[in-house]
């Protein structure tokens, strides 16, 4: 095996990326869900379960040491591993598999469309009239052969998570405050 150059670390000798802010802000709030989720299981369970120590299981539950948090005697868990994986991929098909597994379904939510204001009444027709074309789409499919067959079925998924989307980013506009009652741009 060759030996590496001054310019090579070995691979444990590698700095590990720091995550990034959003994916921080996320870690900083894990041990709080991991907590819930242990309670509900009970420690000593997950301990045996995972055949791991129940004082690891304790620490996954406290707030870990960080840079900002240096006298914390949490230990990351494997919900920040998580979290640290996908920021460094950005594979969706990692929470796609956490979704199945809870028995759902991962949709996006939409990006912001810059906008300062938005009309509340066409917002509103636009997300029913989706709302409408998407089950008219399931009624002309059964009524075709008296079934929803699969491709069908994977055409209204996809509907349907369009209209999530749209309906998050309606629920995101009223959060915002970007609604008025004329429909028109105001000048702030």
């Known amino acids: 095996m060759p030996k590496p150059t001054s310019s090579e670390k070995p691979a444990a000798a590698q700095a ?3 995550p990034s802010a959003d994916m921080q802000k996320w870690m900083d709030d894990t041990h709080r869900v991991l907590k819930a989720a242990v309670d509900r299981a009970g420690p000593k369970r997950v301990a045996r379960a995972l055949d791991i120590s ?3 299981v304790y620490k996954w539950t406290q707030p870990a040491r960080s840079k900002a948090n240096p006298a914390a005697s949490g230990a990351r868990n494997p919900l920040d591993k998580l979290i640290a994986i996908f920021d460094l991929s950005q594979d969706l098909e990692l929470i796609h598999f956490l979704c199945r597994i809870a028995r759902g379904y991962y949709t996006p939510n939409p990006k912001p469309k810059g906008q300062t204001r938005v009309s509340f009444v066409s917002e509103t027709v636009n997300a029913l009239n989706d709302f409408a074309d998407m089950l008219q789409f399931a009624e002309k499919a059964l009524t075709n052969d008296g079934r929803i067959d699969p491709m069908e079925s994977a055409k209204l998924r996809g509907h349907w998570d369009q ?3 749209r309906l998050e980013h309606f629920v995101l506009a009223c959060e915002e405050g970007k609604f008025n009652i004329a429909g028109k741009d105001e000048e702030e």
């Open 16 to 18: 590990v990326p720091e």
């Open 54 to 56: 129940l004082s690891l």
């Open 163 to 165: 209209l999530k989307g």
